[in-house]
């Protein structure tokens, strides 16, 4: 019986070919997305670069050509201190200021709303969506009326707690305490993405590491700067770097607060400093040669991130 199976012939190999896909067809299936984001992006970048080397101002716009200038919109945005390093300087610190304060809240937040209860987390959780559902536009009109001059709330509140008169007293004057309420403008309605994507990560992290590290005699901050940290630092890393794009071009929540009552010499970001050198005062040639340096500092801040993502890719 054992020779007879070991006689038989073997059946016949058959060679198992891989349908190979079509090189092309990853591409064609890309095609209407790479289309749309070269119409949507692609051209106004171009446009942006073109018209950074050009006199491009509001006689342009009705027909007349522009003039080739080379690097003239460039050097004279580079040389101005008083101009364009200052708001770019005002505008990195504000940025540390937010990003430092947005991920340390945000963290707070998390590790809260995993010793509460499921009752309080849902409360919290309906608070934070609901701060961060609120456009922005309206959320800087509501806190510009809270600290409004004559009507607002803050100076009504101090002005009974105290029994001074603060009933024309401008918040929005002072540049420091302008930013102190742009601060509280952008923090408000950050802290609920950086406290629920911190809480998503948080909740991945094995009960039985955690119960180890108490039987161990641990204290709470030292798990939490022991474990729960490092499980987390690559979502912070991600936070961090994002948060930093957002604020650095940081917009509506200043301009508005402009608007209500705020100096704008003193209180200007890079992102109101370009809208006014080019749509306030015409000079669009300008206006885009910062753009472009606005995008190459952007560049440089979002490139370390993604720079590691490919090297853990890679591994």
């Known amino acids: 019986?054992?020779?007879?199976?070991?006689?038989?012939?073997?059946?016949?190999?058959?060679?198992?070919?891989?349908?190979?896909?079509?090189?092309?067809?990853?591409?064609?299936?890309?095609?209407?997305?790479?289309?749309?984001?070269?119409?949507?992006?692609?051209?106004?970048?171009?446009?942006?670069?073109?018209?950074?080397?050009?006199?491009?101002?509001?006689?342009?716009?009705?027909?007349?050509?522009?003039?080739?200038?080379?690097?003239?919109?460039?050097?004279?945005?580079?040389?101005?201190?008083?101009?364009?390093?200052?708001?770019?300087?005002?505008?990195?610190?504000?940025?540390?200021?937010?990003?430092?304060?947005?991920?340390?809240?945000?963290?707070?937040?998390?590790?809260?709303?995993?010793r509460v209860g499921k009752a309080m987390r849902l409360l919290v959780s309906v608070g934070l969506l609901l701060a961060w559902a609120m456009p922005s536009l309206a959320a800087t009109t509501v806190w510009g009326w809270l600290f409004d001059t004559q009507y607002g709330v803050v100076n009504n509140l101090l002005t009974k707690i105290t029994g001074d008169r603060w009933f024309g007293y401008s918040w929005l004057l002072d540049p420091l305490s302008f930013f102190v309420i742009v601060t509280c403008i952008v923090v408000w309605g950050a802290v609920p993405f950086v406290a629920f994507t911190l809480y998503a990560g948080l909740t991945q992290i094995p009960e039985e590491v955690i119960e180890a590290a108490q039987l161990d005699g641990a204290s709470a901050f030292q798990r939490f700067r022991l474990i729960q940290l490092p499980y987390v630092r690559s979502i912070v890393t991600v936070l961090v770097v994002l948060s930093m794009i957002w604020d650095l071009k940081l917009f509506t929540q200043v301009f508005v607060l402009q608007d209500i009552g705020g100096d704008r010499e003193l209180t200007s970001t890079i992102g109101v400093y370009i809208y006014q050198t080019g749509m306030a005062q015409g000079h669009y040639g300008v206006a885009s040669a910062i753009g472009v340096i606005f995008v190459i500092v952007m560049l440089a801040i979002a490139y370390p991130y993604v720079r590691r993502t490919l090297r853990e890719e890679e591994l």
């Open 1 to 114: 019986m054992s020779s007879t199976l070991l006689d038989a012939p073997a059946p016949p190999r058959q060679e198992i070919r891989r349908k190979r896909r079509p090189p092309y067809l990853p591409w064609l299936l890309l095609s209407a997305t790479m289309v749309l984001l070269g119409v949507l992006t692609g051209f106004p970048l171009v446009r942006l670069v073109v018209m950074s080397f050009q006199e491009y101002e509001r006689a342009q716009l009705m027909g007349l050509p522009a003039e080739w200038v080379g690097f003239d919109n460039y050097a004279a945005i580079l040389t101005d201190v008083d101009g364009f390093w200052t708001v770019l300087a005002r505008s990195f610190v504000l940025m540390v200021v937010l990003v430092v304060v947005t991920i340390v809240l945000g963290m707070l937040v998390a590790l809260l709303m995993m």
